[in-house]
């Protein structure tokens, strides 16, 4: 996990949409899954069925199930699909904190961001120098409330592309937010950003007491193809808490991603 830890301080994407009927048992599902965490960094995924302990913690019960239909797709807390016109991608995780600034300070907030998803929710409307493209709402998905909202990136000079994508106006040439559990350093975050029009899209739930962030990111020039295969990822999560998954009954809400 040492890699996926760097790559926390940078190097990938986000996520979209509410359920579809699930299987009653959860816990019967992971059997015949992959733990992604169990999968280098990266690495091609088969398609087939995954799950992931969003909270980097063994001891708790909270897992996320979801699916990867169709190959392509790279491991990513979620995943991760890469093409030469940008990429895409699914990031479930339990955000600890946010960077001071995206540009020009990436040292994590002090003090921390609150642990209610209010407290993540304003952290991130008010994160510079992001736009926000849809504001929070309350709303109702995978069987848990929550807020969801939209984040874009603005017109900021770049240079180069892929791997070698400096932001020229920011620190390290990097550009920076949310904080997985993994990113242990000071400075580390994701920053997963191929440049201006980036968005991503935000669900942040209360689950039993957790706060879980399921995130769907979006290159400016994504194909339509790939943002197909985002949605039928985000359509295709469960959640379960603790030894079963959530009433299904939630809340359906656009997909501003397709």
């Given at each position: 996990?040492?890699?996926?830890?760097?790559?926390?301080?940078?190097?990938?994407?986000?996520?979209?949409?509410?359920?579809?009927?699930?299987?009653?048992?959860?816990?019967?599902?992971?059997?015949?899954?992959?733990?992604?965490?169990?999968?280098?960094?990266?690495?091609?995924?088969?398609?087939?069925?995954?799950?992931?302990?969003?909270?980097?913690?063994?001891?708790?019960?909270?897992?996320?199930?979801?699916?990867?239909?169709?190959?392509?797709?790279?491991?990513?807390?979620?995943?991760?699909?890469?093409?030469?016109?940008?990429?895409?991608?699914?990031?479930?995780?339990?955000?600890?904190?946010?960077v001071t600034d995206g540009c020009s300070?990436?040292?994590?907030?002090?003090?921390?961001?609150?642990?209610?998803?209010?407290?993540?929710?304003?952290?991130?409307?008010?994160?510079?120098?992001?736009?926000?493209?849809?504001?929070?709402?309350?709303?109702?998905?995978?069987?848990?409330?929550?807020?969801?909202?939209?984040?874009?990136?603005?017109?900021?000079?770049?240079?180069?592309?892929?791997?070698?994508?400096?932001?020229?106006?920011?620190?390290?040439?990097?550009?920076?937010?949310?904080?997985?559990?993994?990113?242990?350093?000071?400075?580390?975050?994701?920053?997963?950003?191929?440049?201006?029009?980036?968005?991503?899209?935000?669900?942040?739930?209360?689950?039993?007491?957790?706060?879980?962030?399921?995130?769907?990111?979006?290159?400016?020039?994504?194909?339509?193809?790939?943002?197909?295969?985002?949605?039928?990822?985000?359509?295709?999560?469960?959640?379960?808490?603790?030894?079963?998954?959530?009433?299904?009954?939630?809340?359906?809400?656009?997909?501003?991603?397709?």
């Amino acid at each position: 996990m040492l890699a996926l830890a760097a790559c926390g301080s940078g190097d990938v994407t986000e996520p979209t949409t509410p359920p579809t009927t699930p299987p009653t048992s959860l816990g019967d599902q992971t059997e015949g899954a992959q733990d992604i965490w169990e999968i280098e960094p990266f690495a091609p995924l088969e398609p087939g069925a995954y799950f992931i302990d969003p909270d980097f913690d063994p001891s708790t019960p909270l897992r996320v199930m979801y699916d990867i239909a169709v190959e392509g797709w790279s491991m990513w807390i979620g995943g991760a699909k890469f093409s030469g016109e940008g990429h895409v991608g699914v990031s479930i995780t339990t955000v600890t904190n946010l960077v001071t600034d995206g540009c020009s300070d990436h040292f994590h907030a002090d003090p921390p961001v609150g642990p209610s998803v209010d407290d993540l929710a304003i952290a991130l409307e008010h994160l510079a120098p992001f736009q926000v493209t849809s504001p929070p709402e309350d709303v109702t998905v995978y069987g848990y409330s929550g807020t969801h909202m939209e984040l874009t990136v603005p017109d900021l000079p770049v240079e180069g592309s892929g791997d070698d994508l400096r932001f020229t106006a920011c620190t390290g040439g990097q550009l920076k937010s949310w904080v997985a559990p993994f990113d242990t350093a000071p400075d580390d975050a994701f920053y997963g950003y191929t440049g201006s029009g980036y968005t991503e899209e935000f669900w942040i739930l209360d689950v039993e007491g957790t706060r879980l962030m399921i995130a769907a990111g979006r290159s400016a020039d994504s194909p339509q193809q790939d943002l197909e295969e985002l949605r039928a990822i985000l359509d295709s999560i469960q959640i379960e808490p603790s030894g079963g998954i959530a009433d299904p009954d939630s809340a359906s809400i656009p997909v501003r991603a397709i």
